[in-house]
């Protein structure tokens, strides 16, 4: 997550001299002031995870925490980043001791990404857009659109019986699907439509021009000929080719004439495309189906929903913004429209009316690091950026102060981009870095290469083949310098950054082969990339659908080793790849297919787990995975364990072969979660997107000269001007004019420029630049136009010692100029165990600490209904309205205080009339029962709502849980529980009801007596029939007695026997 500053804060220079940072009085201000909207322009390595850490804590320890903190909802990139921050900021607070009110308080605070802030958005107010509920998160929607396209008869209802003719003349109906699915939840521009436009093609046909006269005749018979067609009932037409040079006036005349027509057909496509989104959604919707952009969009509907926007912005939240360079303009209208006064309308972005109230909006980010354009918008962030200041209750902050960089890469970084970063046409300023206290001194090495001794004389080479022979003399300078003059502790310190996922296979490759550890960090690994899960997968495919040839054929190929040679003189083209039945043998591949047909037969009837072992033992697959290269291929045996695991689990909830198989087929294409690593001490390799962030001791940075050019594009397709983000559709290059690409190309330019900003300030004592100029450039010695090194240089076509004073190379660095640095982790022999040891542990193996939550208690529900996770319904949505009511509720208050909460509250209830019955039941008695009564008659009366306990109960077993209401008198010496219940019970049912919940109150009970060492009363609040009811302590204690003798397996199992869905015993 980057550095932290707490390193270096604490470093004194002379006695008694505290080290102030430059940036001390905005680190601070970001910290405390409170009351302020603040936009924090944090530089690489500038500590922003422990900034707002820092504020988080500011808000902790403020008097009015218990308000604040339930409210505040920090928004962070990736769920690790939250996690962090979280950690960090709760170990602080148990460090200090706070009021457990404020632990609860901070407990109930949301620390997440963006789409998990949406989706508890849509979780608790969904159903004013009439949303089912629950909605699940789809990752990958291929099933869904194969089945919603299978289920289209017609599109384009929106343009009319003539314009859709004329569009579907020219536009294939599949593009429009899949501009349409394409199009995501991107906001679509829908224009009027006017007529399709009548082309006149004379002045085409009498262009005439000398030196071209052949390619315009060509054309023009082409054009004539397609103008008969267009002309007549041709249902379909391909676009005609202009056959004259791109350059030429012919041809821009061509594209002038044709335009209009373009131009209509754009808009056309516009229409149905948003037409196909729209439907595709609402088709997802019905199957209870979201995908990440759909829980932000439907957010941000939310939000502009003149009832729900209103109950959101009640809850008065606080946001605290992360990364906001990477936040898409719908992502900011969600955090923003969320924090703005109760009354506010509009758009703030657009009528900047009811800004978000003082303090409730901060955002932290680094325009330098905006390295996502076509996704999130760079101008949009910089207009929130000048709303937010623009206000009288915003500001603006720079941290400019490094703990990452030493002072070499400091200088060098300052040197480089204080030219490249020159806010001029769109590119963003540069921020000056500063230096920490007590900075090391730094390493950047340059590494020059020469073609003359690396290239081979009078061969043309590839631009591939310069790239590996590159890696190869840049793996063994790396293997010379070892690790001592990389300044780095261990191979995983050192990391290789490049800015295209392929050419790091080039570089891994090299590595390999001078037998250096390495680790590609791919942010696109997914399951089947893995050779034990596709083999796994194939095998059990194809012992469930034994006439599968296309998988029987691919096992015989990548698992048995059989050529395609062989498979194909073998097939014969007949029918002969199937294990169905057990057929003679007479050659090797008849051989491999008996034995696949003879473990299909032996796992017939075995269990899930037991059948997946044998045709894991009888194919040999383990030992054909281990003979696959582990540098490479990671520990596939470890892998193969862990799916053998989920085998396991798998048929412990109930699954057999081919629901297993089925399963694994399904997750092929979802993001691979674990790589196992043969060796963790392995060289990083990884691309600059996915470095920002993360940081190494040592960074090394090839290809600088290598042409980087974009991949051509996929027609049709949406296209973003950099100035106004509005989509737009381009079918061919014709499309687009010349001033969109101009500034398309700008703004790749520009990316590219803060990409090897990103790259340069990963490093933390060594920064490598390898000047390969001399390889990739071309005949006349010019740099490639797109290669990373001519933005480095500002434009100029080749390096001429730009950097010969701002880095050395290895034969000038001596060893003792090493900056010596503190391992962060020490390593720990750990001896063999004993033959008395490990029979002594395999013994106690199932002996550890189990937690036990008493809520899981409930032995209502049966154990076949919690196979699933129940949908969400009338009562869970009553239930839960009723919970979020009675958190809010002022006991001191009393019930005047409460049925003002309870009318203000009613609207967002979702059964009203049923709330209001309940309630006229439940006020008589909430306040006035005896029990409660004696709580609030004292001032010394502590009130705690959803208050989490932790209890050991003994060595091997703890209890956890979360109370719903706890009121602690210390005066006094006693507490009262009570556990809200929104069933439907009658007085009849009164008896069977506190029987159902009585293990779990038993738990309560005894858990928080342990604690507190207090008399505690215990009992459930029925809001159905309005009062308290209460159990005594014998009938607790006799409970708790009877849970207590079961052993912990059974009592686990019983736990998950019962356990309702929303639940966990663990």
């Known amino acids: 997550m980057g550095a932290d500053p707490s390193r270096a804060r604490a470093r004194k220079r002379g006695v008694g001299n505290m080290v102030r940072l430059s940036d001390e009085s905005a680190r601070a201000r970001f910290a405390g002031e409170l009351d302020r909207n603040f936009s924090v322009v944090a530089s690489a390595g500038s500590g922003k995870t422990t900034a707002i850490t820092q504020r988080v804590l500011s808000i902790a320890r403020s008097v009015n925490a218990v308000e604040i903190l339930p409210r505040l909802v920090v928004v962070t990139f990736t769920n690790r980043a939250a996690d962090e921050m979280q950690q960090r900021a709760r170990q602080i607070l148990l460090q200090e001791n706070l009021k457990p009110e404020v632990q609860t308080a901070f407990n109930r605070a949301f620390f997440g990404t963006i789409h998990s802030f949406c989706m508890k958005l849509l979780t608790d107010f969904g159903h004013y857009l009439g949303l089912p509920a629950p909605l699940e998160l789809v990752s990958n929607d291929n099933d869904l659109w194969q089945e919603f396209v299978q289920s ?119 229409c149905v495309a948003a037409e196909v989104q729209r439907d595709f959604l609402d088709f997802r919707l019905e199957r209870g189906f979201v995908t990440y952009g759909d829980q932000i969009a439907l957010a941000k509907e939310l939000l502009r929903h003149p009832v729900a926007a209103p109950r959101i912005r009640e809850e008065k939240m606080r946001v605290i913004l992360d990364e906001a360079q990477d936040t898409e303009p719908a992502q900011f209208s969600v955090l923003l429209e969320a924090t703005r006064p109760v009354a506010a309308t509009g758009d703030w972005m657009e009528t900047r009316v009811d800004p978000p109230p003082p303090g409730h909006f901060c955002m932290v980010g680094d325009f330098q690091q905006s390295i996502y354009w076509e996704r999130a918008d760079l101008n949009y962030y910089r207009a929130v950026h000048e709303a937010l200041i623009a206000d009288k209750n915003g500001e603006s902050l720079e941290f400019s102060v490094t703990f990452r960089l030493d002072q070499k890469q400091l200088d060098f970084v300052n040197a480089t981009f204080r030219e490249i970063l020159n806010d001029k046409d769109g590119q963003v300023p540069f921020v000056e870095l500063q230096p920490r206290p007590a900075i090391l001194p730094g390493r950047v090495i340059r590494v020059p290469l020469v073609a003359k001794e690396m290239l081979p004389e009078g061969r043309k080479l590839k631009d591939y083949q310069k790239a590996r022979i590159e890696a190869e003399y840049l793996a063994r300078w790396i293997k010379d310098a070892e690790l001592k003059k990389l300044s780095a502790d261990s191979w995983r310190e050192v990391a290789i950054l490049c800015p295209r996922k392929a050419w790091l296979q080039t570089m891994a490759a090299a590595l390999r082969r001078v037998d250096l550890p390495v680790a590609i960090q791919s942010e696109r690994d997914v399951k089947g990339d893995s050779p034990a899960y596709a083999w796994l997968t194939a095998l059990l495919t194809i012992m469930t659908d034994p006439l599968n040839v296309y998988q029987i054929v691919g096992v015989l190929r990548e698992i048995f080793g059989v050529s395609d040679h062989d498979l194909a003189v073998f097939s014969e083209a007949q029918a002969r790849f199937r294990i169905d039945e057990v057929l003679p043998s007479a050659g090797k591949i008849s051989s491999h297919l008996r034995t696949l047909a003879e473990i299909r037969q032996r796992a017939e009837g075995l269990a899930l787990f037991d059948a997946v072992a044998l045709i894991v033992e009888q194919t040999q697959l383990r030992a054909r995975l281990l003979l696959l290269p582990a540098t490479e291929f990671g520990d596939l045996a470890r892998e193969l364990d862990a799916l053998l695991a989920q085998a396991a689990q798998a048929e412990a909830d109930g699954m057999i072969l081919a629901e297993f198989a089925e399963r694994l087929r399904d997750d092929f294409t979802t993001p691979r979660a674990v790589r196992f690593s043969a060796d963790d001490n392995a060289i990083q390799l ?28 996929r027609y049709p397709h949406f296209v973003k001007p950099p100035a106004t983000g509005e989509l737009l559709i381009a079918f061919g290059k014709e499309d687009k004019s010349k001033d969109l690409k101009d500034a398309i190309e ?98 106690r193996a199932s002996e550890f600490v189990r937690k036990f939550t008493p809520s899981a208690l409930d032995a209502e529900v049966p154990a076949e209904v919690r196979t699933r996770s129940r949908l969400d319904n009338l009562a869970t949505l009553y239930g839960r309205w009723w919970h979020k009511f009675l958190e809010r509720l002022d006991w001191n208050g009393g019930i005047d205080s409460a049925q003002k909460l309870f009318e203000k509250q009613l609207p967002s209830c979702p059964e009203a009339k049923s709330a209001t019955k309940d309630w006229d039941v439940t006020r008589q008695n909430l306040f006035s029962d005896a029990c409660i009564a004696r709580f609030l008659a004292s001032d010394e009366t502590q009130f705690h709502r959803e208050f989490p306990f932790s209890w050991r109960r003994n060595d091997r077993s703890v209890l956890e849980g979360l109370i719903d209401s706890l009121m602690i008198d210390r005066k006094a010496g006693r507490c009262l529980l009570l556990d809200w219940k929104t069933n439907s019970v009658s007085l009849g049912e009164t008896e069977n009801f506190r029987s159902r919940y009585r293990p779990q109150l038993a738990a309560y009970w005894k858990a928080v007596s342990e604690i507190t060492h207090f008399d505690v009363e215990a009992g459930l609040f029925s809001t159905a029939l309005g009062c308290l009811l209460l159990y005594t302590a014998d009938e607790l204690q006799e409970e708790w007695n009877r849970l207590e003798q079961l052993p912990p397996a059974k009592l686990d199992e019983e736990m998950q026997r019962d356990a309702p869905d929303d639940f966990s015993a663990r």
Do not use: M
Request: aromatic share 8%; glycine share 4%.
């Open 152 to 270: 289209q008869t017609r599109i384009g209802h929106s343009l009319g019986e003539k314009n859709r003719a004329a569009l579907l003349r020219l536009v294939q109906a599949r593009d429009l699907l899949e501009l349409g699915r394409r199009a995501g939840s991107a906001v679509l521009c829908v224009p009027e439509l006017p007529p399709c436009p009548t082309l006149d093609f004379t002045e085409v046909y009498a262009r005439v021009d000398q030196r071209g006269r052949d390619n315009i005749s060509k054309s023009q018979a082409e054009l004539r000929e397609w103008e008969k067609r267009y002309a007549g009932d041709w249902e379909y037409l391909r676009w005609p080719v202009c056959f004259a040079a791109g350059n030429s006036n012919f041809t821009d005349f061509w594209s002038q004439t044709f335009s209009p027509l373009r131009k209509w057909i754009s808009a056309a496509a516009t």
């Open 686 to 713: 990884i691309t600059s997107h996915k470095a920002k962030g993360s940081e190494w001791q040592a960074v090394i940075v090839p290809f600088l000269a290598r042409d980087l050019r974009p991949p051509s594009p």
């Open 746 to 843: 700008r703004a790749r330019q520009q990316e590219l420029e803060r990409l090897l900003y990103v790259a340069t300030t990963r490093a933390r004592h060594t920064l490598v630049l390898v000047l390969d100029q001399e390889i990739f450039s071309n005949t006349d010695g010019e740099l490639p136009k797109t290669a990373q090194l001519r933005r480095l240089l500002c434009g100029k076509d080749g390096y001429s010692g730009e950097f010969d004073e701002r880095a050395s190379t290895t034969e000038t660095i001596e060893d003792s100029e090493t900056p010596s640095s503190v391992p962060e982790t020490s390593e720990v022999k750990i001896e063999p165990l004993t033959a008395r040891k490990l029979k002594c542990a395999v013994k």
